[in-house]
């Protein structure tokens, strides 16, 4: 294992090779431990690519406090929205807030999902349904992330505090909060030594499966820690729940030696071992957002003043309390780590919504955990975008279906030109396989056009080939050209060059 993860920081073909494999977190975290801090930022980039991993950049924003009017808070959640990021709905805060103006928390949810069309990310939920704390705890000013480490847990005792007598008078509402998410998270720290941090493990089970039997994404949440055993532990724990994201925090919860060592390695190895692909933090502070952005972090939850998430990522030890607005923060430090790829860092409303329109031309039963040859279809995102507003709302002109349909009717013909390598290329091609002898592959980056024709070749049983980044001559060698994209800009320049070329959008 050693071997093929140091050829992987400078091989993406090794990466891919890494990806495919069998592997355990005591070998990936063992492995990486042996790099450098420069070699394992470049083996976590080399797992925020297309296909080994995710590649979009983006904000979470907690958009509630107990003590905020309800204005502010549906206020916040339409920013998010117009933002496109989606809403990290701490669930203790939602059920004060409600509680305040004599309503059920789970209505108030619903008030704010009839409201915004982005993704709803609930945390801080147990078995009965939103955990509640008393107001020395909803109110703590950021104690532990204002004095830094060593602290190892929260330093009041947040856990052992729940008020689990008034927790279990929402047990009816429990299921509906979790029916009008996105994703749900569970916090593990417990199993790297946080008791008083995170409710026990079989607690965080039991979200789980509630999360998973409504087909909600599941995050994991987990600590730093010493960066070696206390990571493994995590992993371990998270695999075996069956997790698809993983939630890094650091801050005072980073225990280890070198701080920004242990965080860049934390970083790289969760993105070799997420099964969704995607890799986030709760709570980090600048240097080691900095940092986990350098090595393939996708994504930062920050929040509005009051908000714990306010204060949690972006700050140091002396400036992260309570009363921080991160999110432009937050976002300044992404502009300033993360160049513009195909998407802009942070993504954006338009990018959320190609995205969205990406499954919703697949169709979600061809989605993530559903695999094509070596490895998934998208990743967890496309599962959150999926049990959206948004979703339902969007138009698109024709999908995977629409296109099949035209085979039977023979308007494709023997040879077929898919512009685009990827995801929606994938599906395309695995349903065209029974009608077409031949398929050609066109992408702007040679090496996706690459790993597509060779994942492909693993899959069908038609001739799979390369047009080398040339769309124009891909589409004179074809009786149909399809445009597997649906970023706007990119299907205007080519049903311009390529007139009688399908477009899905």
Not at 289 to 318: D, E, Q, V
Not at 422 to 429: D, G, H, K, S, Y
Not at 485 to 493: A, F, L, M, Q
Request: glycine letters at 8%.
């Amino acid at each position: 294992m050693h071997d093929i993860v140091k050829e992987a920081v400078n091989n993406l073909d090794a990466a891919w090779e890494l990806a495919k494999m069998k592997k355990t977190p005591e070998e990936i975290v063992d492995a990486v431990s042996d790099l450098s801090r420069e070699e394992t930022m470049q083996l976590g980039k080399n797992f925020k690519r297309f296909p080994i991993g995710c590649d979009l950049t983006e904000i979470l924003v907690g958009a509630c406090a107990s003590d905020i009017k309800k204005i502010d808070l549906l206020g916040n959640c339409i920013v998010a929205d117009m933002l496109g990021a989606s809403i990290h709905v701490c669930a203790y805060a939602f059920a004060d807030i409600a509680e305040n103006y004599g309503m059920r928390g789970v209505d108030l949810v619903k008030e704010v999902r009839e409201l915004v069309d982005v993704p709803l990310d609930i945390d801080h939920f147990g078995k009965y349904g939103p955990m509640r704390f008393p107001s020395d705890i909803t109110r703590c000013w950021g104690q532990c992330y204002y004095e830094g480490p060593p602290f190892k847990e929260c330093p009041r005792g947040r856990i052992h505090k729940r008020l689990l007598e008034k927790e279990k008078k929402g047990i009816k509402e429990r299921d509906e909060w979790i029916k009008l998410a996105s994703s749900v998270a569970i916090n593990l720290i417990s199993v790297q030594g946080g008791e008083a941090h995170a409710a026990p493990l079989d607690e965080a089970i039991e979200v789980a499966k509630l999360t998973k039997k409504y087909g909600r994404g599941l995050e994991a949440i987990m600590c730093v820690g010493d960066g070696y055993e206390d990571l493994i532990k995590a992993f371990e724990a998270a695999l075996e729940i069956g997790v698809d994201v993983f939630v890094i925090e650091g801050g005072p919860f980073n225990q280890a030696k070198d701080r920004l060592d242990a965080f860049a390695r934390a970083i790289t190895c969760a993105r070799i071992l997420a099964p969704g692909k995607v890799v986030g933090t709760n709570g980090a502070y600048e240097d080691e957002c900095r940092i986990g952005l350098r090595s393939g972090l996708n994504a930062i939850i920050t929040g509005f003043p009051k908000n714990h998430h306010g204060y949690m990522c972006g700050y140091s030890p002396g400036t992260a309390r309570r009363g921080n607005f991160g999110m432009p923060r937050v976002i300044k430090i992404i502009k300033e780590e993360v160049k513009n790829g195909l998407t802009r860092a942070p993504i954006q409303k338009d990018e959320l919504i190609a995205l969205t329109k990406s499954v919703k031309v697949i169709g979600k039963e061809n989605i993530y955990p559903n695999k094509i040859g070596y490895t998934t279809v998208g990743d967890a995102h496309w599962v959150c975008v999926s049990l959206t507003p948004l979703y339902e709302k969007l138009h698109v002109n024709k999908t995977v279906d629409d296109i099949v349909k035209m085979a039977e009717n023979g308007l494709i013909g023997e040879k077929v030109a898919l512009l685009g390598g990827r995801f929606i290329a994938w599906v395309l091609a695995k349903k065209l396989d029974k009608y077409v002898d031949q398929i050609l592959i066109s992408d702007v980056d040679p090496w996706v056009e690459k790993i597509t024709v060779e994942n492909l070749r693993s899959e069908i049983k038609a001739d799979v080939h390369r047009a080398h980044s040339n769309d124009k001559e891909a589409y004179n060698e074809s009786d149909a050209t399809i445009i597997s994209s649906t970023i706007p800009g990119v299907v205007r320049k080519l049903t311009k060059k390529l007139p009688e070329s399908v477009a899905l959008i």
